[in-house]
């Protein structure tokens, strides 16, 4: 399951709303994550005599655990025949099912089923009694079954997720109803029919009986029954497909190595198929029509990725085919179905628009599922981060080897930030969280970013080799098993030879981060420099001391720095150093591998020294960002040295530093990168910086980079520029790029026409605002706004009416209807604010009333949305 990227960008709106929007005062919303109480057993000590100056007696409780499922049942197979009734969104199954003993005799079986009509359920023939309470399907096997004694089922039911399922989710997957009918009734001309399912975390059984646990996995098989028209995907290898006299057609699927329940997947449409291959196995791809010569650009590197991963784990690829599919309105970013990987249709761009932003990381991420979460997976959700943090860290592997360490460890603090903003906005819990109030709730940051963060601490403290070597034993040792973070620990200790209970028990199961405060102290007559390092976590919420090995690098000239391995197990440590001369910088965590917040209190003399000799990129990025905002032309000097900067994502960051008022001189440098850096967001951020100037002497670059460039992200801030150099050209190329398939550019257009308040331009903003998605619609809900509040009321009541529409359609985007939505509440506030200005009583009385007429949109809206964190953002509306 891949959380960033998309949909985590719903806890972060609460961030827009915070950051100096110019429209009606709101108060800002905070996003507090669903809970719900599961059904967890509160065990109480026995009550002790209290002293008899205690006032009152103690009550002592066991902390809350949420243990693994236990296994009384094993599934061994499952076999589904399947048919869809579209127009009641109905799944017509037949459910064959294998089984036996756990290890104790049993004659009593309980399946998850959620809320289906079931017809009947046979064994060798016969009816078996059961008990049904739409959760949980208890049946009466008729007989005591003994340990490895088999029996097969046979269970006739109607599904009906669409009825009773959505109401549930989490920040990374926004809904529980386990199947979709896209376009069921063909009522969005505009919208391809199609059905796919989301089973993590426990809603396959939904459509299915099945026990739906991730310490569960068996084989299966599929008959899906559909119109001739469409495609079908599935778990395993398409077996054969028969065509039927109702002009329908069956295709059977086989997936014969076991995998969880949560991991079977179909998904059905008119979907274009491109076939790839690697290592003489079948790899594929199902996109739509239009984008099928995109296919393999969507995909990029993907039989790259399958030999990297197995070269890199010594374990082949253990699966016998990979296919990737891309769907409508999907409920998250992606998901790792063992062999059938689901994406939201967020990565289906053209080749040009993936120029510089490809898929890489999110490809990645859910390939590498397909060991450290479809081979091996987690034994319950607590262990949740034993799949995710390894996919995680798998985007880290993938960009060091394809584009380099510094690509990586940019990504690894991108990865840090979310973690640590996390923190920030929740609070902190152990990797291995048993206390978790919904299983739901372990889809956040500690289980994706942190846990990678933690496997590289841990891969930096063991070394490569021995990093590589213990996960192909724990690969090997644990195949298709459900595993705990002890297991990896093992492996790691059989490995190293070294008892690693300290790492894991610090990182796994403690929790938070430390916070350093870093001072340095050098006594030039004795030639000796203390480094002072204090930890200053809360700890209260936190280790008060966390065990740290680093290493230090103290550099007394730009040669090689003097190295010393060291470990901080104090709360407050003094290391102290014999050193002949000041040093010109001193190097904490000189590697850069803690997961820590760090206050690191350096000169900016040494700030300078750092970039421009520091060994790695979080050298070059924390001096770059210390040194930010700071004028003076030695401090300059360096952000011009950073436009040379070998990754493209510090010659960004140096653009973005650079004060044109103190160092005028760099607008030909920023003209030049425009035009021949070979990477199109430093081209982007060049251009946007020339937008800053407004000097018309960089006309000529701004048009020939709308009229030259292949990246729409740079032909937007080309476009942008010029319009600061004369708005009259820059209005002429915008009305020739209204009908642009790029919604970089369309946003661009906007800014345009926003600023021109041009109210005949009201037709692009609502034509093209169901095309617009995720940050970029929020800025261009922004411009929308802009223009309507110079519109007569009757054309804000059309344009809104439009909104809400958007609005209450369930399949847009969350990024969409919030912006609607949010735009249709931003122009209510102005509403009132009018009134409350206006100079007569009647004027008073219409604004009102159209603030009335808003503030009813709003409750239909809030009435339609099923996405739990908008629910909570619209209670503030």
Request: hydrophobic share 35%; glycine share 6%.
């Amino acid at each position: 399951m891949n959380q960033p990227h998309y949909l985590l960008g719903l806890f972060f709106l609460t961030l827009f709303l915070s950051c100096g929007s110019k429209k009606a005062a709101q108060t800002t919303p905070v996003v507090v994550f669903e809970q719900r109480d599961l059904d967890t057993l509160e065990v109480s000590a026995p009550k002790v005599d209290a002293p008899a100056e205690s006032p009152q007696d103690e009550v002592y409780t066991l902390p809350k655990y949420n243990p693994t499922y236990t296994l009384r049942n094993d599934l061994l197979h499952t076999d589904l025949n399947l048919k869809f009734d579209w127009p009641n969104q109905h799944v017509i199954g037949i459910a064959t099912l294998t089984l036996k003993p756990y290890f104790y005799p049993t004659r009593i079986l309980e399946l998850d089923a959620k809320d289906f009509d079931i017809n009947s359920i046979k064994l060798s023939g016969k009816d078996l009694k059961y008990d049904y309470n739409g959760e949980i399907l208890t049946i009466d096997l008729g007989k005591t079954y003994q340990k490895d004694q088999e029996y097969t089922i046979v269970i006739d039911y109607i599904a009906k997720p669409a009825e009773t399922g959505g109401q549930g989710g989490s920040a990374a997957i926004t809904s529980d109803q386990g199947l979709f009918f896209i376009n069921h009734d063909q009522s969005d001309p505009n919208k391809p029919m199609q059905i796919w399912t989301q089973g993590e975390t426990e809603w396959n059984s939904r459509w299915f009986p099945t026990i739906d646990k991730p310490n569960e996995r068996c084989t299966q098989e599929m008959h899906l029954t559909v119109q001739d028209r469409f495609k079908t995907l599935s778990n395993g290898l398409m077996t054969g497909s028969d065509k039927n006299a109702d002009g329908t057609r069956t295709d059977h699927w086989k997936m014969d190595q076991p995998h969880a329940p949560y991991l079977f997947m179909i998904a059905v449409g008119e979907f274009a198929v491109v076939k790839d291959s690697w290592d003489g196995m079948l790899v594929d791809y199902y996109v739509e029509p239009e984008y099928e010569k995109d296919a393999k650009a969507i995909f990029a590197h993907t039989p790259e990725m399958l030999s990297f991963f197995s070269e890199k784990l010594g374990v082949k690829y253990p699966w016998k085919k990979y296919s990737q599919v891309v769907v409508r309105d999907y409920v998250s970013g992606a998901m790792e179905n063992t062999t059938g990987v689901i994406f939201g249709e967020f990565v289906q761009q053209t080749t040009q628009d993936l120029i510089d932003n490809n898929n890489d990381g999110i490809v990645a991420h859910e390939l590498f599922h397909h060991w450290f979460g479809d081979y091996v997976t987690c034994e319950s959700w607590a262990n949740l981060t034993m799949n995710e943090g390894f996919a995680n860290y798998s985007e880290y592997l993938w960009f060091e080897h394809k584009y380099g360490k510094d690509r990586a460890d940019s990504h690894r603090r991108s990865e840090m930030q979310g973690y640590v903003g996390s923190v920030g906005q929740g609070g902190a819990h152990p990797l291995i969280h048993f206390e978790h109030d919904d299983k739901e709730d372990m889809f956040d940051a500690h289980s994706y970013n942190k846990g990678g963060l933690v496997l590289h601490m841990l891969r930096s403290y063991v070394g490569d080799d021995a990093f590589f070597a213990a996960l192909k034993l724990y690969l090997n040792e644990n195949a298709y098993t459900a595993v705990e973070a002890h297991d990896l620990r093992l492996a790691f200790e059989e490995v190293t030879g070294e008892d690693l209970n300290w790492f894991f028990n610090q990182w796994y199961f403690e929790q938070g981060h430390p916070v350093l405060n870093i001072n340095y102290d050098y006594d030039a007559t004795a030639g000796k420099l203390d480094v002072i390092i204090q930890q200053e976590q809360d700890p209260k919420a936190n280790p008060p001391i966390f065990q740290l090995p680093f290493a230090i690098d103290i550099y007394t000239d730009a040669g090689a720095p003097m190295r010393t391995e060291v470990l901080m197990n104090q709360r407050k440590q003094v290391f102290s150093f014999d050193v002949p001369s000041k040093p010109l910088l001193v190097n904490v965590d000189a590697d850069k591998v803690l997961l820590a917040e760090k206050r690191d209190n350096k000169t900016d003399d040494a700030l300078i020294f750092q970039y421009k000799n520091g060994k790695n990129y979080f050298d070059r990025y924390e001096a770059l960002q210390a040194l930010g905002g700071k004028s003076s032309s030695n401090i300059q000097s360096v952000f011009e040295m950073g436009l040379g900067d070998p990754y493209w994502g510090l010659r960004s960051k140096a653009i973005s530093l650079i004060d044109l008022k103190a160092n005028p001189a760099t607008l030909p440098k920023l003209a030049e990168i425009g035009r021949k850096d070979p990477h199109s967001a430093v081209r982007a951020a060049a251009f946007n910086k020339l937008a800053d100037a407004g000097d018309s002497k960089y006309i000529g670059a701004a048009k020939q980079a709308i009229d030259q460039d292949k990246v729409s992200r740079v032909q937007a801030a080309a476009l942008n520029a010029l319009y600061a150099m004369t708005p009259s050209e820059a209005l002429n190329y915008a009305t020739k790029l209204e009908e642009s398939k790029s919604v970089t550019i369309l946003g661009a257009v906007s800014n345009i026409y926003a600023d021109q308040k041009d109210l005949s331009k009201l037709a692009f903003f609502s034509k093209n605002m169901s095309k617009v998605d995720g940050y970029g619609a929020m800025d261009y809900f922004e411009n929308y706004f802009s223009i309507l509040q110079s519109a007569d009321d009757a054309t804000v009541s059309e344009n809104t009416s439009l909104m809400k529409d958007l609005a209450v359609d369930m399949g847009q985007s969350p990024w969409r209807r919030f912006a609607a939505t949010k735009t249709i509440n931003d122009i209510r506030g102005f509403y009132l604010d009018k009134a409350d200005k206006a100079a007569s009583a009647e004027k008073q009385t219409s604004l009102r009333s159209g603030a009335d007429k808003l503030t009813q949109m709003i409750e239909t809206i809030k009435a339609a949305e099923t996405n739990d964190q908008l629910k909570l953002i619209y209670q503030r509306f």
